[in-house]
């Protein structure tokens, strides 16, 4: 009776997962599955299966383009969020700094309670305040400035295992400052470094309100031409690009949980 | 000749004062244990002494040559650190050879100096692990290892036994001594436990609220303490306050409130004086009959008995002031039990009296 019960809270709390799953992956399969359907119009009934969709991609150049604008950006923004939030976790996790640590780290998450879209028309006011295009760079520290809390989250996890007396006994046996990071400080970071740096660089990747006022023709991030082309018409190519996209950042996750021991949530 | 010499070293944190106007001397191949309760600002100095905190105010010479202000890296000094930091991510040998290594020393004589750092702690053949491998003992050797792979001037060590078990650390007691004696190095070592102190060190260095109380061969530390912190602090301890009623040069008699009349001797009395005696438990007889010989001898009622193995405890009552005698478990003494008449007898010489 007893065991029966316990089955039935079993199978319970696994529907209620796979309940979980379906609301938070389906809406993520429906589009998959969207790009292998023939269906010229989107959304629509599946008619079949076809690569056509990954195929035309090929064919629109602006898309290749955005790509690569759009890795370069993240690429910038993660490294400088990562130094960034590397210099105020270290500074942050370090005995003998007085109070006030718990609002330093505070106020340095605190761009991820600014709206994003404000965070892009601020970083616009500002250049053109000083009377200066914002151009690529104002893009990349659009980017920076969003992501940095995200890598000091996952730094300061880095330091909270961190025993700070290692450094003290590279430096008793000889080790200079400079010796002591590159020999001790980072290898033993390097996980949260690598981690911040990876989910940096997909934040910005597929991150939208952030270019919005930022990006010019020359400048144009992948989910802006995303954006500018579902605005004329809606095809299952989108969904194609849209897949790739899940892909490789999925990719990136496994292989962080795999071979790092990091995650975004612990 | 690598003797460090500190001279009023003072270091403050936010008003409170760790180490207050430190001065002392530790000779070339000696060991010095830094002995105090938690709080007296051991790590401070040691920490001071390695260059990772600064002094205030006063100065530190090794070697006859200024060190004050030199960072950690160009001290010479070897650290063993309470939690080890070890290096997680560095093999055994790797952790052993860092210090060669940054002194840019060939492989091969890294490899060398490494062979015969792990043969010092007896580890040979555990060079290839990584210290998570390691029980808590190998990783204290290993800490050690590292810190004596690059030859250091001077050795130091903060607590390095307070993680062992009880019989680990007997052990390293004795191996530390070792291996600080076949190398003739000079070393400090810190910890809360009197009885640590006790055996290992040449000189124990007593502290208490940053200031230095006494420094003196263990012997002289435990029989002739030289402050009153030291005398209640150093071994199982009856404190006896009272009423100094004559003195005479070194020797006075205490008058209790209960009536007792102690005779002690002390440095600096006056008759009148408040002041307090001191009388380890075991320097105290107890016995049915009256201890004739000794000049100190009452009559008590014994009121708690404490088996501890080695020795008994007894806790007596006489003329309202309570005293704790500690016996030998010997079948040649005698025992008691709660409720029993007894004598309570100790010598002069054993009751050290401070004024205050
Ligand atoms: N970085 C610091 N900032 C503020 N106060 C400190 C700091 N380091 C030590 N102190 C204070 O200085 C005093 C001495 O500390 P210290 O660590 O030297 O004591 P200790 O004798 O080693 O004690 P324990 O036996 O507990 O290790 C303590 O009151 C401590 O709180
Ligand atoms: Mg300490």
Known sequence: MRGSIRALGRLAGGLYLLLLYLFVMGPLLFVIATSFNPATSFPSRFEGFTLSWYAAILERPEFLAATGTSALVAALAAALAVLVAFLAAYALSRQGG???????????????????????LAILQLASSFGIGTGFWGLVAAHAVYVMPFALR????????????VEEASRSLGGGPLATWREVTLPLLRPSLVAGFTFCFIL???????????TGPETATLPIVMFAYIESRIDPMIAAVASLIVLAAATATLLLDRFLRVRLVD | MPELVLSHVTRRFSGHT?????????RDGEFVCLLGPSGCGKTTTLRIIAGFERADAGSLTLDGADITALPPEKREIGVVFQSYALFPHKTVAENIGFGLK????SRAEIATAVEQALALVRLDGLGGRYPRALSGGQQQRVALARALAIRPRLLLMDEPLSNLDAQL?????????????????????VTHDQGEALAMADRVAVMSQGRLQQMAAPAEIYEAPATAFVGHFIGQVNVLEGRLEQVDGRTGLLALPGGLKLAGAGQGLAAGQAARAMVKQERIALTRAEPTGLPNRFPCRVVERTYLG??????????????????PNHPLFER???????????????CTIFPG
């Open chain 2, 169 to 189: 650390r007997e052990e390293m007691r004795v191996e530390i001594r070792r291996i600080q004696h076949s190398l003739g190095i000079t070393a400090v070592l």
């Open chain 1, 154 to 165: 996952l730094i300061l996890t880095g330091f909270a295992r961190f025993d700070f007396a």
């Open chain 1, 98 to 120: 007085a109070g006030g640590r718990g609002a330093m780290a505070t106020l340095l998450a605190s761009p991820l309670l600014v709206p994003q879209v404000v965070v892009s």
């Open chain 2, 18 to 26: 760790a180490v207050d106007d430190l001065s002392l001397t530790v």
């Open chain 2, 102 to 105: 940054m002194r840019g020393r």
């Open chain 1, 204 to 214: 910005s990747f597929v991150n939208l309100p952030l270019s919005l006022f930022l």
């Open chain 2, 310 to 327: 080695g020795g008994i405890a007894y806790r007596c009552a006489a003329a309202g002031a309570s005293l704790t005698a500690l016996l």
């Open chain 2, 336 to 350: 008691f039990a709660p409720g029993d008449a007894a004598w309570l007898g100790w010598t002069a010489a054993d």
